[in-house]
């Protein structure tokens, strides 16, 4: 829709030279797309169940009889006379429907699981077994007033038209169309092995389960698991993931980086000046087309499947790339609240950002499509000369991140040695305790991202900044509780990407072989607390000294000289 409305006011929105510099650059950059994206399918045979006050749901129902035959759940009975005083009226069925107080839906499209209580809580029935003799229903029209299902982006299929998320002549059109198989994009990519959620046990990050507005994401206790049949593509999960283990995958986020750069380099290859990225969601593409007509010619739309999708990176990059400003342009009024939050907390990164290097905030910035006098442009790049336009920043998110900060502090007006972060940025240090630190490395086994890590040839401790995204297991799992985390921005790339030393110290060795195996005040820890246990009694207290090799054959000798102290060994 956007190239067709920009072709037809070609006149007036290319006229001069920025114009024509940016329908060169936007038919010249191949456009944001999978060739085949992975999906998943939905099965509908169209049984649906309303929920509601019977009188409301009686009336409905003889809209929907296209459809496989409409199951009836109130949630209220209907006052009429031979129903006053009757105990039993949440109980009956009487012509198709049924009655319960506190029914219970989840699901999606073609997997609907409605459950009602039976006598209290001891038992719980499956309505659609007993009305449909199926195991779920493929479609809910909920008429209740403040909805079944509690997420902000309802699953497919669910149809919340008493909370006022769903309109009724709308689904009444639309619902007939709803049996068949529908295949939907698969948005996300999930690599656990990269997740920061858990670790032997230690709960940590929980950024991305607390971004997700369709309640597709979930814990297991030990990782993060998303359902992809409730997933809408929202992307705020993938924007939140500091360490990427979720990533948008509609596109994949390095085509997302490479078009950015690539429209920015064919505007100006094509004469354009003073370029201002505009990236928006696909919702608001008529919005944006009309907006353009006010909007001046340098500014540069980017179509994004929803705006959350791209975050902080992205942004950076494109001024890096030469924008002057990126604009994120939305409804700002019907901004559902989670991915408002996400959002609005990315943008206050982002502002602590700039705001420390001397640069204004709204070189970044969120646009109302509703404000008129929204836009304020900027007329001098951030950078004016910069080698990394010459060719697209890469690595991971992070990496493409520092990159940019790093460049634009080069030449920024200020240049602290840190700056303060938003709490819960995934940026900053830990803090440690050494004198109570025993040098476990219970932190280095759970850290996701090895920015804590062991020295390795003796003992001691390992801090990474760059690497540090803030998730806090290292600190709930030290047995010292010594470990702190410290959020903030570190300036000085190379100490920030440097191997800063926490904590070391001398090296016990064994008593039996000399090899170095622990730290020394490990040991003595370990002695103190022992030495009144009754397995460390004489010389078996001497083991805590030894290393494993010579403890295990200090073990089997006493074993096979003494067969009955296998009992105390």
């Given at each position: 829709?956007l190239?067709?409305?920009?072709?037809?006011?070609?006149?007036?929105?290319?006229?001069?030279?920025?114009?024509?510099?940016?329908?060169?650059?936007?038919k010249?950059?191949?456009?944001?797309?999978?060739?085949?994206?992975?999906?998943?399918?939905?099965?509908?045979?169209?049984?649906?169940?309303?929920?509601?006050?019977?009188?409301?749901?009686?009336?409905?129902?003889?809209?929907?009889?296209?459809?496989?035959?409409?199951?009836?759940?109130?949630?209220?009975?209907?006052?009429?006379?031979?129903?006053?005083?009757?105990?039993?009226?949440?109980?009956?069925?009487?012509?198709n429907?049924?009655?319960?107080?506190?029914?219970?839906?989840?699901?999606y499209?073609?997997?609907?699981?409605?459950?009602?209580?039976?006598?209290?809580?001891?038992?719980?029935?499956?309505?659609?077994?007993?009305?449909?003799?199926?195991?779920?229903?493929?479609?809910?029209?909920?008429?209740?007033?403040?909805?079944?299902?509690?997420?902000?982006?309802?699953?497919?299929?669910?149809?919340?038209?008493?909370?006022?998320?769903?309109?009724?002549?709308?689904?009444?059109?639309?619902?007939?169309?709803?049996?068949?198989?529908f295949?939907?994009?698969?948005?996300?990519?999930?690599?656990?092995?990269?997740?920061?959620?858990?670790?032997?046990?230690?709960?940590?990050?929980?950024?991305?389960?607390?971004?997700?507005?369709?309640?597709?994401?979930?814990?297991?206790?030990?990782?993060?698991?998303?359902?992809?049949?409730?997933?809408?593509?929202?992307?705020?999960?993938?924007?939140?993931?500091?360490?990427?283990?979720?990533?948008?995958?509609?596109?994949?986020?390095?085509?997302?980086?490479?078009?950015?750069?690539?429209?920015?380099?064919?505007?100006?290859?094509?004469?354009?000046?003073?370029p201002?990225?505009?990236?928006?969601?696909?919702?608001?593409?008529?919005?944006?087309?009309?907006?353009?007509?006010?909007?001046?010619?340098?500014?540069?739309?980017?179509?994004?499947e929803?705006?959350?999708?791209?975050?902080?990176?992205?942004?950076?990059s494109?001024?890096?790339?030469?924008?002057?400003?990126?604009?994120?342009?939305?409804?700002?009024?019907?901004?559902?609240?989670?991915?408002?939050?996400?959002?609005?907390?990315?943008?206050?990164?982002?502002?602590?950002?700039?705001?420390?290097?001397?640069?204004?905030?709204?070189?970044?910035?969120?646009?109302?499509?509703?404000?008129?006098?929204?836009?304020?442009?900027?007329?001098?790049?951030?950078?004016?000369?910069?080698?990394?336009?010459?060719?697209?920043?890469?690595?991971?998110?992070?990496?493409?991140?520092?990159?940019?900060?790093?460049?634009?502090?080069?030449?920024?007006?200020?240049?602290?040695?840190?700056?303060?972060?938003?709490?819960?940025?995934?940026?900053?240090?830990?803090?440690?305790?050494?004198?109570?630190?025993?040098?476990?490395?219970?932190?280095?086994?759970?850290?996701?991202?090895?920015?804590?890590?062991?020295?390795?040839?003796?003992?001691?401790?390992?801090?990474v900044?760059?690497?540090?995204?803030?998730?806090?297991?290292?600190?709930?799992?030290?047995?010292?509780?010594?470990?702190?985390?410290?959020?903030?921005?570190?300036?000085?790339?190379?100490?920030?990407?440097?191997?800063?030393?926490?904590?070391?110290?001398?090296?016990?060795?064994?008593?039996?072989?000399g090899?170095?195996?622990?730290?020394?005040?490990?040991?003595?820890?370990?002695?103190?607390k022992?030495?009144?246990?009754?397995?460390?009694?004489?010389e078996?207290?001497?083991?805590?000294?030894?290393?494993?090799?010579?403890?295990?054959?200090?073990?089997?000798?006493?074993?096979?000289?003494?067969?009955?102290?296998?009992?105390?060994?």
């Amino acid at each position: 829709m956007l190239k067709t409305t920009l072709e037809a006011y070609a006149d007036s929105l290319f006229a001069d030279r920025n114009g024509q510099a940016r329908l060169t650059a936007l038919k010249g950059t191949v456009e944001l797309a999978n060739l085949i994206p992975p999906t998943v399918s939905y099965e509908s045979r169209g049984n649906v169940v309303i929920i509601g006050a019977e009188a409301e749901i009686v009336a409905l129902a003889p809209q929907f009889s296209a459809l496989n035959p409409v199951t009836l759940l109130a949630t209220e009975v209907a006052e009429t006379p031979e129903r006053r005083g009757n105990a039993d009226s949440d109980t009956l069925n009487r012509n198709n429907v049924y009655f319960a107080n506190a029914p219970r839906v989840k699901g999606y499209l073609g997997a609907f699981d409605v459950e009602c209580d039976i006598q209290g809580e001891v038992l719980a029935a499956n309505l659609a077994k007993v009305a449909i003799g199926r195991e779920c229903f493929d479609l809910v029209i909920d008429l209740t007033p403040t909805g079944m299902i509690a997420s902000e982006i309802p699953p497919p299929g669910y149809y919340a038209i008493g909370a006022g998320k769903a309109d009724l002549a709308q689904v009444v059109e639309d619902l007939p169309d709803m049996m068949g198989t529908f295949d939907k994009p698969k948005y996300f990519r999930l690599n656990t092995d990269l997740c920061a959620h858990s670790s032997r046990g230690v709960e940590g990050c929980d950024r991305c389960l607390d971004a997700c507005p369709a309640g597709a994401l979930s814990s297991t206790g030990h990782s993060i698991e998303i359902n992809p049949y409730l997933c809408q593509g929202v992307g705020t999960c993938a924007t939140a993931c500091p360490t990427e283990a979720i990533q948008y995958a509609l596109p994949e986020a390095e085509k997302t980086q490479h078009f950015v750069y690539q429209l920015l380099a064919n505007y100006r290859q094509a004469g354009g000046e003073s370029p201002v990225l505009m990236f928006y969601g696909l919702r608001d593409e008529a919005a944006v087309s009309k907006r353009l007509e006010t909007l001046p010619t340098c500014v540069l739309p980017v179509a994004l499947e929803e705006l959350a999708t791209v975050g902080i990176d992205t942004w950076f990059s494109a001024l890096v790339y030469g924008a002057h400003q990126v604009l994120l342009a939305a409804h700002t009024a019907f901004i559902p609240p989670t991915i408002d939050r996400v959002l609005a907390h990315e943008l206050q990164t982002a502002h602590a950002f700039l705001t420390a290097m001397g640069y204004d905030e709204k070189r970044l910035d969120l646009f109302d499509l509703n404000d008129q006098s929204s836009y304020a442009g900027f007329n001098a790049p951030l950078l004016v000369h910069n080698p990394a336009t010459d060719s697209a920043l890469d690595g991971s998110k992070r990496d493409k991140l520092f990159a940019a900060l790093d460049a634009l502090y080069a030449i920024a007006p200020e240049q602290p040695a840190t700056s303060s972060v938003p709490a819960t940025a995934p940026y900053g240090s830990v803090t440690c305790q050494t004198d109570d630190c025993t040098l476990c490395m219970s932190c280095v086994a759970v850290c996701p991202t090895r920015a804590l890590h062991a020295i390795g040839d003796r003992p001691g401790l390992l801090f990474v900044e760059q690497d540090c995204v803030q998730c806090g297991l290292c600190e709930k799992a030290c047995p010292e509780k010594v470990i702190s985390l410290a959020p903030g921005m570190n300036w000085d790339a190379d100490a920030r990407q440097a191997s800063r030393l926490i904590h070391e110290e001398e090296a016990a060795c064994c008593i039996t072989c000399g090899k170095a195996f622990a730290p020394a005040s490990m040991v003595k820890m370990l002695t103190e607390k022992l030495q009144g246990h009754s397995h460390f009694q004489g010389e078996a207290i001497r083991r805590l000294s030894m290393c494993e090799d010579c403890r295990v054959r200090d073990i089997f000798s006493t074993i096979v000289d003494d067969p009955e102290s296998q009992l105390r060994v």
